[in-house]
């Protein structure tokens, strides 16, 4: 490709347009870092020095270690039972032809139309009597049924394209059942639950509402962004510490992203594709 | 044919084991909370009284008569909606259209406006929060320019365009990556042929980019749709409803009633008529835009 000069302007324009895009992100992380007089006086100034003061208070005050296991825990045990359930029904409802099986596809995905705040009260009335609720474990499992329709859904429109003689040579190999899905099935799956698992991963960690109702109630279930959220409204005045817990609010999912990157691309892709 | 009762019977059980979970845990989330909601939608509640008061459909005249905060937060919300619709999908078809042309900095460019999108939203708003209250101050200071002096949260019309704008910009990198994809999709020989017919940049690109970008706009416009009638989160961290309650959603005017002001019966009837506002918007543009559909 030739060095043209409009498309040197072209590409220093879009770069420049690309860091202004970042510049509240910059802005927030300088500020983490500066003193309470430091942000009221000057916001776009650039510390004047790396103390990492704020980090430690905030890492204590809110006991971040604890916020992360508790996102963690929430987002494995989710991600796990979504892939799990989805997977194995969407692959069975694709394979068998009947209208029972097209009449129970519609039913799984037809939630995927159902607002949250349509049923969000009696989904936490649902997860008191199941002893649900004020627990990572519980939370984990609800996400099960809220990511299964969209899950469902792009595993049953990929199953299709994949040739039943697959199923009916493993089987006079003597393989069926659970066998047949898990060691020649679901290898076969790889690409599309790569999809599935960064949507939900990005859901699920960042997820305010569900949290906020379910596991609001005591300080050692909490999740990042729940903290995040409360912090900031009792230090509204207190930018400085605001600032920081975003920061640790959203490092992980970054740190993630910068790794993942192309594939997280890819899977929303595919996924809105298909989706 | 011979038939044998006991492979049959092994299908049929092995359909329901494979089936069954997934079938229980979306009723659990969905199907058995819906019809709980459909319930307490007839009834007056406060969450204290044992029973429910069943009202009949006395809740949905009172919301669709005299309800000054939901028809309110309705008309904000489906002003929001068309905005957010209409300049995203523009904006990011324009970005794509420019990342599409190969630039050396795609890679670094395509990650720099995705970037804001894995951030959560209420956490997004707290950054916005931060800038427009405390940024706008220094900037204001350094550059002279007035748009900085102005009270963008603190003013109606001007919390409405902040709560947009930044929207857009957490968002703006999932649409972006859609419409690179579809852009790639656009076979090459096909806009040759219409540069070779002597078709200049515009024609080019409604002639033939467009129509062949409709599946990624059905697409864009779905996913835009269906989040931006659902807007709380943000709303909820950028401007907590205010200047005087004029940035209060749908979604946001549910979660007052029901867990705010107690109203059981009454917030769940809005969340009904927000469930029945999604399904005939979103059933009809599904609809209006496959139809426009081509096949490249």
Redesign the interface.
Same mark, same amino acid.
């Given at each position: 490709m030739k060095w043209s000069p409009g498309r040197i302007i072209t590409e220093v324009v879009m770069v420049l347009l690309s860091l202004l895009f970042l510049y509240p992100l910059f802005l927030t992380i300088i500020n983490s870092f500066k003193s309470f007089g430091e942000v009221m006086t000057d916001v776009i100034a650039l510390p004047k020095s790396l103390t990492f003061s704020n980090y430690t208070y905030v890492w204590e005050f809110i006991n971040y270690p604890r916020l992360f296991m508790n996102n963690l825990v929430i987002t494995v045990v989710g991600l796990v039972g979504i892939v799990l359930i989805s997977s194995i029904a969407a692959y069975k409802l694709a394979r068998t032809k009947s209208k029972l099986s097209g009449i129970l596809y519609f039913i799984c995905i037809m939630p995927m139309l159902i607002p949250f705040q349509s049923i969000m009260l009696t989904v936490l009335q649902i997860s008191k009597s199941f002893h649900l609720s004020e627990s990572t474990w519980g939370l984990g499992l609800l996400y099960w049924g809220f990511g299964a329709p969209l899950a469902v859904f792009i595993y049953h429109g990929f199953v299709k394209g994949i040739p039943a003689e697959i199923d009916e040579s493993a089987t006079i190999d003597g393989a069926s059942g659970f066998r047949l899905f898990f060691s020649v099935i679901f290898p076969l799956l790889k690409s599309v639950t790569t999809t599935i698992v960064i949507i939900d991963v990005m859901w699920i960690w960042n997820d305010f509402l569900l949290p906020l109702l379910m596991v609001n109630g005591s300080p050692d279930t909490k999740t990042l962004t729940l903290v995040a959220y409360t912090f900031v409204g009792q230090y509204t005045s207190d930018w400085q510490y605001a600032m920081t817990a975003m920061v640790m609010a959203v490092l992980p999912s970054i740190v993630v992203f910068i790794f993942l990157q192309k594939y997280i691309v890819k899977g929303v892709v595919a996924g809105a594709v298909k989706g | 044919m011979f038939k044998n009762p006991g492979k049959r019977w092994r299908v049929k059980a092995?359909?329901g084991l494979?089936?069954f %979970?997934?079938?229980l845990? #979306? @009723?659990? @989330? !969905?199907?058995?909370?819906?019809a709980?909601?459909i319930r307490?939608s007839l009834t007056k509640w406060n969450g204290i009284s044992k029973n429910p008061v069943f009202v009949g459909l006395d809740n949905f005249k009172q919301i669709l008569m005299g309800d000054a905060n939901f028809a309110s937060s309705a008309w904000f919300t489906i002003k929001y909606a068309l905005l957010y619709i209409v300049i995203v999908n523009v904006l990011a078809i324009l970005l794509a259209l420019? +990342?599409d042309?190969? +630039?050396?900095?795609t890679p670094? $460019?395509?990650?720099?406006?995705?970037? %804001?999108? #894995?951030?959560?939203?209420? #956490?997004v708003g707290?950054?916005?929060k !931060?800038?427009f209250m405390? =940024?706008f101050?220094?900037?204001g200071e &350094?550059t002279g320019w007035s748009v900085f002096a102005l009270s963008w949260l603190g003013t109606p019309g001007l919390a409405f365009i902040s709560i947009l704008a930044v929207s857009i910009?957490q968002s703006i990198g999932?649409y972006l990556?859609?419409y690179i @994809?579809g852009l790639q999709s656009v076979p090459d020989d096909l806009k040759e042929a219409a540069t070779v017919d002597g078709a200049g940049a515009f024609r080019k690109f409604f002639s033939i980019t467009l129509p062949l970008l409709a %599946?990624?706009i059905t697409? &864009?416009v779905f996913?835009a749709l269906t989040n931006s009638?659902?807007v709380?989160?943000v709303i909820l961290?950028l401007t907590g409803g205010g200047p005087g309650g004029t940035t209060y959603s749908?979604?946001y005017d549910?979660?007052r009633d029901?867990?705010q002001n107690n109203l059981?019966g009454y =917030?769940?009837a809005k969340? $009904?008529i927000?469930?029945l506002a999604?399904?005939v918007v979103?059933i009809l543009q599904l609809a209006f835009f496959k139809r426009r559909e081509v096949e490249a």
């Open positions: - | 092995e359909f494979f089936t %979970p997934v079938l845990c #979306i @009723a659990v @989330a !969905f199907y058995i909370p819906f709980m909601t307490y420019v +990342l042309m190969k +630039l050396k900095t670094w $460019l395509r990650a720099a406006f995705f970037i %804001p999108y #894995i951030l959560s939203l209420v #956490i707290f950054i916005w !931060f800038i405390q =940024g101050n220094s900037l &350094s910009w999932f990556v859609i @994809a %599946p990624s697409i &864009s996913m009638i659902k709380f989160d961290s749908i979604a549910i979660y029901t867990f059981y =917030g769940t969340a $009904l927000l469930f999604v399904l979103t």
